[in-house]
């Protein structure tokens, strides 16, 4: 019960991807990233019980060095809808990892 136990435990939501750290415009969305993400990859914002998020349709950088990880990055989803509830301090999530499926499939 969420009065006994802090609900920001991943459950099965994924691998933890990054925090927000800027509210969300349109349909973007900056985070501090904590591993790779790619334009395919699923993912979730906050929460277990928040239904914000989607498929990435981008992960745009202005810092090289942000391929390395921990670098803050901007989220494209496919609709400003797909954010909504979105805080900054959220934990980002990747539910879904485009390019392993399509390997797998292949």
Do not use: M, Y
Request: glycine fraction near 14%; aromatic fraction near 4%; charge should be positive.
């Amino acid at each position: 019960h969420q009065t006994f136990v802090r609900g920001l435990s991943p459950s099965h939501r994924g691998v933890c991807a990054g925090t927000v750290v800027a509210a969300p415009r349109k349909n973007t969305v900056r985070i501090s990233r904590r591993v790779e993400l790619s334009a395919g990859d699923g993912v979730a914002f906050g929460a277990a019980s928040s239904e914000a998020g989607g498929r990435l349709w981008g992960v745009k950088s202005e810092d090289a060095s942000a391929a390395e990880g921990g670098e803050a990055v901007t989220l494209e989803l496919e609709d400003a809808s797909k954010l909504v509830g979105v805080r900054v301090g959220d934990l980002v999530w990747r539910t879904q990892h485009g390019a392993l499926q399509r390997q797998l499939k292949g």
